[in-house]
């Protein structure tokens, strides 16, 4: 079974859809844990009325508004599937996403995986471009940047076992992936199989200096990391997430004509692809891991 960790705070005007988009599924063995987080809207009325329609559906309600890592917390311990998936209440899944996912794995082997996802606007109208990411990621490469949209993840819970994380109101799902990394590597299914809802007010309409202080928190505080290292992980985040949004947020036409190769595609004659630069700051990253 997939267990699908659906945290939520005054989405009332998505939820519906959210949840409609996991009935649609073609993989039927699934349950959603909801957990809201003291919404002020009508989230609450209707997630109950659609459970009462789909025992999938498991509504738990925080007592207070205590932030996203705190329901994903008692999400994944109410869990009960061997998958663990995640989309957040606003957010979208096209209708194969789980069944090819959990094909993708059990095919390989894997226990951590991702997939490709498309930028839709509040109105869910696409702005035409897909965003992916490295064909395998591995601990180095999870610390240098937060590849994975949380969206479009799914993990093995008998290899990776439970997660739990620091109560870090930011990138507590980069901090999942941290804590699933030590247990597996990361691997891409290339395909686009979800929407990701960009919406006011998201980590990608605030400023560099808030995305910093986001970052350094997390290595710091979460991660527990020294001063240098967490400094030092937050500069390479900056550094490859603008690496990202030049090689692997595409439009979908240039997608489409994409070769896919072990290494990304190479930005104009630059040869300076992902494996290079992974290569290039091996000694650093495993220095500051031994730190």
């Not at 999870?142 to 949209?149: K, V």
């Not at 690496?243 to 630059?270: A, F, H, L, S, T």
């Given at each position: ?183 597996a590597d990361c691997y891409l299914l290339d395909v686009c199989l979800a929407k990701y809802r960009i919406r006011s007010g998201s980590i990608s309409n605030h400023s560099y200096t808030t995305m910093i202080k986001w970052h350094y928190r997390l290595f710091k505080e979460a991660m527990g990391l020294g001063l240098v290292a967490s400094v030092i992980f937050t500069v390479l985040n900056l550094l490859f997430g603008t690496y990202k949004k030049i090689v692997y947020r595409n439009k979908v036409k240039k997608q ?36």
């Amino acid at each position: 079974m997939v267990s699908i960790i659906m945290p939520s705070y005054n989405c009332g005007k998505y939820v519906e859809e959210t949840i409609r988009c996991v009935q649609a599924q073609t993989y039927k063995n699934w349950e959603i844990v909801f957990v809201d987080d003291c919404s002020t809207d009508d989230t609450i009325r209707i997630v109950n009325m659609l459970r009462e329609q789909d025992k999938r559906i498991r509504l738990y309600q925080n007592r207070g508004n205590m932030g996203a890592a705190v329901a994903r917390n008692h999400a994944l311990q109410e869990a009960k599937g061997r998958w663990i998936a995640f989309l957040d209440s606003d957010d979208l899944w096209e209708p194969t996403k789980l069944e090819k996912q959990v094909r993708f794995m059990e095919a390989n082997g894997y226990a951590f995986s991702y997939t490709c996802y498309e930028e839709v606007d509040e109105n869910g109208i696409s702005y035409g471009v897909e965003v992916r990411g490295p064909q395998s990621i591995t601990k180095r490469g999870m610390y240098a940047y937060c590849w994975p949209g949380c969206l479009t993840v799914m993990y093995d819970s008998e290899r990776i076992g439970l997660i739990q994380i620091a109560n870090i109101r930011k990138n507590n799902d980069y901090a999942m992936w941290l804590k699933a990394i030590e247990k597996a590597d990361c691997y891409l299914l290339d395909v686009c199989l979800a929407k990701y809802r960009i919406r006011s007010g998201s980590i990608s309409n605030h400023s560099y200096t808030t995305m910093i202080k986001w970052h350094y928190r997390l290595f710091k505080e979460a991660m527990g990391l020294g001063l240098v290292a967490s400094v030092i992980f937050t500069v390479l985040n900056l550094l490859f997430g603008t690496y990202k949004k030049i090689v692997y947020r595409n439009k979908v036409k240039k997608q489409q004509e994409m070769k896919i190769q072990n290494c990304p595609p190479q930005i104009g004659n630059n040869s300076l692809g992902i494996c290079e630069i992974e290569k290039q700051t091996e000694c650093l990253t495993s220095w500051l891991m031994a730190a």
